[in-house]
């Protein structure tokens, strides 16, 4: 079969489908769209702007596909002979970068720090509209610590204290958590971060999902 391109969204569909499993029934209506890639089907009620960090090199972002795919380094098993049974081996199998749309993709990627300046100020210029809930979701390469992740939240607050138009939630998934931060004014500290853990086989099962869904 053959090698079947990497489709730009891919990685919104695995957050949607994370989302609901983790998170519940509130994340099933979200459809991909553009601006941003996840919307609830009426249009206006919750959108959530999906990103990868990273460092900015090409064994990085083959390393974030196994890690999402549940992979572990030098492993192949029968999750494996699935995934290549699709028709989806880029990065994990012998696939290879196929084309320029692919490396423009990957090449928008940042390091955190840098990808959250860069989504606040474009929410803040009106590109990605107004919704009831804004969130942002980032797949992190790096397997964050809570402390890290309370740093994050606090410097996506810190960015967007003065904007009329802001993110609600922060989403951080690295390779085994899912921390959900509460950007909202007056809430308690110890109440704005929630990690939920994610397992290796649930890494598998969105993984799996989401190539189906590009078919």
Known sequence: MATRKFGTCFFEQYAQISLSALLGSEFDCLVNRDRPDLQST??????????????????????????????????HDEDMDRILEYGYSYGLGEGKYIGFKELSYWSMALPLRRIIESKVSKLGNGLYGHFDKMGLFVFSRENLHESEAQKAMDYTMSLQKYMDTRYNRLYLADVDDLFVCNLDDGLMESSRLVRYPVTQEQRKEFYLEAVQRQS
């Open 42 to 75: 009426d249009g206006h009620s919750i959108g959530i702007e999906v990103t990868r960090a990273m460092e900015e090199s090409k064994t990085a972002h083959l390393e974030l596909l196994r890690d999402v795919a549940g992979i572990t380094p030098g492993g």
